[in-house]
């Protein structure tokens, strides 16, 4: 795991110092070693965590014909690394690095579509004079970017381009809005004007003579629905490719163990891994002191039991949230997602005094079904099904008669299905699913009328039904686990990396294993969401690896952090100081009356107060030390004087 940094000037060589200091921004990626590369008006340079091949596996790597910097890793690179061998290839080294450079050489741009890893690299090819820029299929890894007429600049994080001289920090707007509706942004864009993201599952390819440039997306789910196999024979190999995914992912020259939440996706992981490693493994987990809705410890130790495992838990604090949350979000680059991301890095802490990889549960929800909002989705098609005797899908998914077992896991979302069905209903699914993930809803009260006369809903509504609508598929179903993979799933892989890395270790995810996704992707959506039932095919496929209290819990937690309690109490003054600040206030985005509301009136497990808190925090540390001044503000000192 590591920290990638390249420079691609059109008509001068490129300077190594600015190299450095882009790359020394995010030493905490890879502080066992660097290395650097330069031919000109090519420059890379590499921060390296020594996972697999200590010894011999530094970067950047070059042969004759070409030069890498990677940052990743390639799970099937022993398979991989056997085929190139029976080919006539030689390698000097065991990494997973050299691999991806013999591979591209006998296989070129379709070589990136057989590596099972995640991963983001760039490779320059000499003969062609081209620099390839590729992210993995998921996202897992990061990869940001600069373009202008006269460079290109890549790297892991936006901090480092932003060391660059020539880059200053500006407010995206349009993304601003995205991350005030979603928490999220969508497609390539980023909180910072010009600088962008790789989307997940593509490469481009730029031409180093003329500075044209292609994108290809390499990769993405195949709905064509394979109604010839029958439920056994799908849950048969899934069952298979997830202890596969987890055996290969289980590669390492270094210590390793496994994050434990006590849901069914680590906790599936964990089981999983023991069983393999046929030892006692160590996990890591984490819960609060301010009562049971704050922790899952009853279901971690069960696992724990279970596996024999060795647990280690952190506890963290109403102290601790203050002591570290503005560095967190230094971290972060941009704020996405929810407070989850202040326990993760505390666990990650912890599990680097112990281990260097530690492999967790993420993406069981989007790819399986496991959000209670899907319930709620499919409870209106049930009833719009009932009364109009038909269905946007041309199949009845699920019935209400059958959905009853099941109606349990929505008992306490009684806030949002007030929400839900406060809009109109019946509509089109895509414009139904937009209400359930906007977490802004019309609120607009929050919002100074300067920010409002440039935020259009509509406009974000377009933008959101583009990605829920891609797929070819008529399934709200997979529509619905599409865009939360697609769409939502980045930005918590952005929490996954950007905590992970800040300890200092790596952080592996095996549910999210392309092969997987293609399985499930061909299984019928009613076998999926039988009878209405979140993750049933994970479920099924479990079997003995989970303790009978997971496979039978109805309630869904996702580590959820005290904050309305420490806002009213030991946190009030903390995020009072951040949230009515003079900046704070001069930034025109929110009425100061309604944040000082929202500091003691935030409900339990809200997510207003956390996004507003962390958006501030990304302002002080990210622009407010521009030159260049915020629109908002502006327009509120204009409201002011009239």
């Not at 591209?104 to 579509?113: A, C, P």
């Not at 320059?124 to 890894?141: M, N, S, T, V």
């Not at 440039?213 to 629905?225: D, G, I």
């Amino acid at each position: 795991m590591c920290g990638i940094v390249g420079i691609l000037n059109k008509d001068k060589p490129v300077d190594y110092l600015q190299l450095k200091k882009m790359a020394d921004a995010m030493h905490y990626r890879g502080p066992d070693e660097e290395g650097y590369y330069l031919n000109k008006n090519l420059g890379f340079y590499h921060k390296r965590l020594s996972i697999i091949d200590l010894e011999q596996g530094k970067q950047p790597m070059e042969t004759e014909r070409y030069c890498i910097i990677f940052n990743g890793e390639i799970y099937n690179y022993i398979e991989l690394r056997s085929d190139l061998i029976s080919k006539g290839h030689k390698f000097k080294t065991q990494s997973d690095t050299e691999v991806i450079l013999h591979l591209y050489e006998e296989y070129g741009y379709e070589s990136i579509n057989r590596l099972n890893g995640m991963f983001a690299f760039l490779i320059y090819d000499k003969p062609r004079e081209q620099l390839i820029a590729a992210r993995d299929h998921f996202g897992i890894k990061p990869l940001y970017y600069y373009i202008n007429d006269n460079k290109w600049i890549f790297a892991s994080e936006i901090k480092a381009i932003l060391q660059h001289e020539e880059i200053a920090a500006e407010v995206n707007k349009e993304s601003l809005s995205d991350y005030l509706t979603f928490q999220f942004i969508l497609g390539e864009e980023t909180l910072f004007k010009n600088i962008k993201k790789f989307v997940p599952g593509s490469y481009m390819v730029i031409n180093l003579n003329n500075f044209s440039h292609h994108t290809v997306k390499y990769w993405s789910p195949n709905f064509s629905v394979d109604r010839f196999h029958t439920e056994d024979y799908f849950i048969y190999h899934l069952r298979k490719l997830i202890e596969d995914s987890v055996r290969i992912q289980l590669r390492s020259d270094v210590a390793l163990g496994t994050y434990l939440s006590g849901g069914i996706d680590s906790s599936l992981v964990t089981g999983i891994a023991s069983h393999l490693l046929n030892k006692s493994l160590p996990v890591f987990s984490g819960a609060f002191n301010e009562g049971d809705e704050f922790s899952e410890m009853q279901y971690i130790k069960q696992v724990v039991d279970k596996n024999g495992a060795d647990l280690h838990t952190v506890y963290p604090t109403s102290q601790d949230f203050i002591n570290l949350l503005p560095k967190l979000i230094y971290h972060m680059d941009e704020p996405v997602a929810g407070p989850g991301m202040f326990p993760q890095y505390m666990v990650s802490q912890m599990a680097s005094e112990h281990v260097t990889v530690v492999l967790g549960g993420q993406g069981g929800d989007e790819i399986f079904g496991g959000y209670t909002r899907y319930v709620i989705a499919y409870l209106e098609q049930a009833l719009k099904g009932a009364i109009y005797g038909n269905t946007d899908e041309g199949e009845h998914i699920v019935s209400l008669k059958n959905m009853l077992p099941n109606l349990r896991s929505i008992e306490k979302y009684q806030p949002l299905l007030k929400k839900f069905w406060s809009q109109e209903v019946f509509e089109p699914m895509d414009r139904r699913y937009f209400y359930l993930i906007d977490r802004m809803n019309g609120n607009t009260h929050y919002y100074t009328s300067g920010f409002l006369s440039d935020y259009s809903r509509e406009s974000i509504f377009k933008r959101f039904k583009m990605l829920f609508n891609d797929p070819n598929t008529f399934s709200y179903f997979n529509k619905m686990t599409n865009f939360d993979m697609f769409g939502s799933l980045p930005a918590l892989l952005h929490v996954e990396d950007r905590m992970s890395m800040a300890a200092s270790i790596e952080s592996r995810v095996p549910l999210l294993d392309r092969r997987i996704v293609d399985l499930i992707a061909k299984m019928p959506p009613s076998m999926k969401f039988k009878g209405a039932k979140l993750k049933y095919a994970l479920l099924k496929s479990a079997g003995d690896y989970l303790p009978d209290s997971i496979q039978q819990r109805k309630d869904k937690m996702g580590f959820p952090v005290p904050l309305h309690i420490w806002a009213k109490k030991d946190a009030k003054d903390f995020i009072g100081d951040i949230l009515l600040s003079q900046k704070s206030r001069e930034r025109g985005i929110f009425k100061a009356d309604e944040l000082e509301r929202i500091i003691t009136e935030e409900r339990p497990f809200g997510r207003q107060l956390w996004g507003i808190l962390c958006l501030e925090l990304w302002f002080q540390n990210f622009i407010d030390n521009s030159s260049i001044p915020t629109h908002y503000a502006d327009q509120l000192k204009y409201e002011q004087k009239i």
